[in-house]
């Protein structure tokens, strides 16, 4: 657990550092972006080699897609909730 803070931390040290040079940035968002695939990619062949996981995809299917469904509906919930107390009038003022 420490080695993840302590990087998370040098992470953010790198970041602040470099936050004005643009080309950096674009290349650092090239590299996250292709690193976020290959992680999908990855865990998608350790899906497929859960035999288990794999038998019991249609059930997990279906859980996955309520439990999918409810929080994109409880984001979008609470996202209207705060619009409306902190947001709404804010807009007519200007």
Known sequence: MWIILGLMT???IIGVSIRHKKKVIKQ???LVTISVY???FLLGISVGLN???VSNLDTLGVHALIIT???VLGSVLLASLVYHLYFRN?????
């Open 69 to 71: 469904l409810m929080a």
């Open 10 to 12: 040098l992470g953010m």
């Open 51 to 53: 035999d288990e996981l």
């Open 28 to 30: 650092v968002n090239k």
């Open 90 to 94: 804010s807009n007519h003022e200007g």
């Open 38 to 40: 290959l992680l999908l």
